[in-house]
C-alpha cells in the first residue's frame, strides 16, 4: 500500500510569513492529492484538490503543487486564522486513501 | 448544498457492535463513492473504507478489515458502516464523505463519536 509521508509535524511561523508544507508518498500518485484544513474542535475543510486546484471558497494565498510522489503546501502569507492542523491525502485510484501524519501550523 | 448527517455512534464495550448511519442529501448520491474516516482523541485522520456507486466493490484499511462491513442503500441516499469486534483503538469520531471523482472528497459530516470502553 501507497504511504503518505508529511513534514515537518509541527510548524511555527510569524504572521506574514511564506510557510511550506511537503507531502510525500511512497509511490507516484500522479496529481490524486488533496490538502485538508483542520481547526480545533472542527471538521476538516478540503483546501485543494488535484494537487494545484483551490477548492471554491479557499482564499488565494494558499496554493499547492506538486505530481508523482512529491508535493507541496504553501502559504503565501500566514494569517491568525491559518492556525490549524494540515493534512494530505492520496485519492482516487486504488484505494487504501491514506492520510499523512498532519502538520500542526502555530504563529509565533 | 452537500449535506452528510451521521448518526449511530455512542458507547459500546469492547468485543460488542455498532452500526453507523450516514444520510445524505443535496446530490446525487447513487452517482458518488462513499467513504468513512476517522479520527481517535487528538489524533490524525484515519481513512477507513469506501464503496463504489452501486455498492459492488469495497475497500478497507487492513485494522478493521474482516470486522467492519460499509454497505450503501441508494434508494435511501443512506451509508452504513456496520462494526463488530470492537476494540479500544476503535473509539473515535468518525466521518462520512463523499467522493467528487477528480475533485476528491469534498464534503464531509459534522462526525458520529464511537466510546470502546468498558
Known amino acids: 500500500d501507497i504511504q503518505m509521508t508529511q513534514s515537518p509535524s509541527s510548524l511555527s511561523a510569524s504572521v506574514g510569513d511564506r510557510v511550506t508544507i511537503t507531502c510525500r508518498a511512497s509511490?507516484?500518485?500522479?496529481?490524486?492529492l488533496a490538502w485538508y484544513q483542520q481547526k480545533p474542535g472542527k471538521v476538516p475543510k478540503l483546501l485543494i484538490y488535484a494537487a494545484s486546484t483551490l477548492q471554491s471558497g479557499v482564499p488565494s494565498r494558499f496554493s499547492g503543487s506538486g505530481s508523482g510522489t512529491d508535493f507541496t503546501l504553501t502559504i503565501s502569507s500566514l494569517q491568525p486564522e491559518d492556525v490549524a492542523t494540515y493534512y494530505c491525502q492520496k485519492y482516487n485510484n486504488i484505494p487504501p486513501h491514506p492520510f499523512g501524519q498532519g502538520t500542526r501550523l502555530e504563529i509565533k | 448544498e452537500v449535506q452528510l448527517v451521521e448518526s449511530g455512534g455512542g458507547l459500546v464495550q469492547p468485543g460488542g457492535s455498532l452500526r453507523l448511519s450516514c444520510a445524505a442529501s443535496?446530490?446525487?448520491?447513487?452517482?458518488?463513492?462513499m467513504t468513512w474516516v476517522r479520527q481517535a482523541p487528538g489524533k490524525g485522520l484515519e481513512w477507513v473504507a469506501n464503496?463504489?456507486?452501486?455498492?459492488?466493490?469495497?475497500y478497507y484499511v487492513d485494522s478493521v478489515k474482516g470486522r467492519f462491513t460499509i454497505s450503501r442503500d441508494n434508494a435511501k441516499n443512506s451509508l452504513y458502516l456496520q462494526m463488530n469486534s470492537l476494540r479500544a483503538e476503535d473509539t473515535g469520531v468518525y466521518y462520512c464523505l463523499r467522493d467528487h471523482g477528480d475533485h476528491g472528497p469534498d464534503s464531509w459530516g459534522q462526525g458520529t463519536l464511537v466510546t470502546v470502553s468498558s
Open positions: 443535496g446530490f446525487t448520491f447513487s452517482n458518488s463513492w
Open positions: 464503496i463504489k456507486e452501486d455498492g459492488n466493490r469495497n
Open positions: 509511490q507516484g500518485i500522479s496529481n490524486y
